[in-house]
């Protein structure tokens, strides 16, 4: 029996059918000796969906879902969320807006679009600090455009709206070569945590886009993936002899691959199964203060550490970029910052 989780709360008998073309998954509700029911075409996680849910597991007709009026805010974003615009948006990207999507549409979803003013948006926004109220803007913002492009509204009320100033950090911590060394002396190579270092290390990919890589990505040496953050290519050497010298190749990856069971992606739980990567992003952090690194170095900052190796070993951007799948040279530079400089002023490129 198949069984999907949200939250912790189990939805039994749940079965996948493909796609909707807003990109939802088409969900059905298949009881033992029952007919098979349809879901609504809405994110699992929608209230409308888990009522929909709620009623068809009781065996009653599933309470009608809330259509919107057209012209009004819930009409215009479930328009959206159907839209080339949206469905063409990276993955991960989708998923953190849909999210944020369904909580304007809950708490806005009958105000008229065409009434919707700056001020509307700021007060929407006030209820945040800095980071939340500036990725709910990147959520207004391409909603008010598209609803512009379309003929809807005239104006562009989230124009008007600026960001919120923020405090300038670097972000995640960057790794250190004694960090490197203090985990690979921590953890053995038959252990996972070792092999989704090791996997880190050699593919410089995020924790989203490890979680997905297997043996399928590797063709003649080489390891290719498209990065679910920007939909850019990245590459990789994945065989020794297709390694430049800055790359800084180990063998560490083989030996840990060799002491684990094959599995269909290379990090998975004690059970062989898939992990997912918001766990794993807590999974390895864990790890790493474990093997006594600094309690707020993470996976990120592992992928600092190799943007820094390369550019202190003497590889161009455009290298650089070709391996972190970075599509902008200021992307790139950002990258930069954490380097260990000496090398390229004395020479040691």
Same mark, same amino acid.
């Given at each position: 029996m198949r069984r999907n989780f949200r939250a912790g709360i189990r939805l039994k008998y749940l079965n996948k059918s493909g796609v909707w073309p807003s990109g939802n998954v088409r969900w059905y509700l298949r009881k033992p000796g029952e007919k098979a029911k349809p879901m609504p075409d809405l994110p699992i996680?929608?209230? !409308?969906?888990?009522?929909?849910?709620?009623?068809?597991?009781?065996?009653?007709?599933?309470?009608?879902?809330?259509?919107? *009026?057209? @012209?009004?805010?819930? +009409?215009?974003?479930?328009?959206? $969320?159907?839209?080339?615009?949206?469905?063409?948006?990276a993955p991960a990207t989708k998923e953190q807006r &849909? /999210?944020?999507?369904?909580?304007?549409?809950?708490? #806005?979803?009958?105000?008229?679009?065409?009434?919707?003013?700056? %001020?509307?948006? &700021?007060?929407?926004?006030?209820?945040?600090t800095a980071y939340p109220a500036n990725n709910r803007l990147k959520c207004w913002r391409p909603l008010?455009? +598209?609803?512009?492009?379309? @003929?809807v509204i005239d104006t562009d009320p989230a124009k008007q709206v600026a960001r919120r100033k923020v405090p300038k950090?670097? @972000?995640? $911590?960057? +790794?250190? /070569?004694?960090?490197?060394? %203090?985990?690979?002396?921590h953890w053995p190579h038959d252990t996972r945590q070792r092999l989704c270092m090791e996997l880190l290390y050699r593919t410089c990919a995020s924790v989203v886009d490890a979680c997905a890589i297997s043996r399928k990505n590797v063709s003649d040496g080489w390891l290719?993936? /498209?990065?679910?953050?920007?939909?850019?290519?990245?590459?990789?050497?994945?065989?020794?002899?297709?390694?430049?010298? +800055?790359?800084?190749?180990?063998?560490?990856?083989?030996?840990?691959i060799s002491a684990q069971p094959a599995d269909i992606t290379y990090i998975v739980t004690a059970h062989g199964k898939p992990r997912s990567h918001k766990a794993v992003s807590s999974w390895f952090s864990n790890?790493?203060?474990?093997?006594?690194?600094?309690?707020?170095?993470?996976?990120h900052g592992l992928r600092k550490l190799?943007? *820094?190796?390369?550019?202190?070993?003497?590889?161009?951007?455009?290298? &650089?970029?070709?391996?972190?799948?970075?599509?902008?040279?200021?992307? *790139?530079?950002? #990258?930069?910052?954490?380097? !260990?400089?000496?090398?390229?002023?004395?020479?040691?490129?």
């Open positions: 996680e929608h209230p !409308d969906f888990l009522a929909a849910y709620v009623s068809a597991q009781d065996g009653k007709r599933s309470a009608p879902i809330i259509q919107h *009026a057209s @012209g009004t805010l819930g +009409w215009a974003l479930r328009t959206y $969320l159907s839209s080339e615009e949206f469905i063409n948006l &849909r /999210r944020i999507y369904i909580k304007i549409e809950e708490a #806005y979803g009958r105000a008229q679009v065409s009434q919707i003013l700056p %001020k509307h948006i &700021r007060t929407d926004l006030a209820q945040f008010m455009a +598209w609803l512009v492009d379309r @003929g950090s670097d @972000g995640h $911590l960057a +790794w250190s /070569r004694m960090d490197l060394e %203090k985990f690979r002396a290719t993936y /498209r990065r679910s953050k920007s939909g850019s290519t990245a590459m990789v050497p994945w065989a020794a002899a297709n390694a430049p010298a +800055w790359f800084e190749w180990t063998n560490d990856l083989e030996n840990c790890a790493c203060t474990e093997a006594g690194l600094d309690a707020k170095k993470s996976a190799r943007a *820094a190796m390369f550019r202190e070993n003497g590889a161009t951007k455009d290298q &650089r970029m070709a391996i972190l799948g970075h599509e902008s040279e200021a992307e *790139a530079e950002h #990258y930069d910052k954490s380097a !260990d400089l000496r090398r390229v002023l004395l020479g040691q490129k």
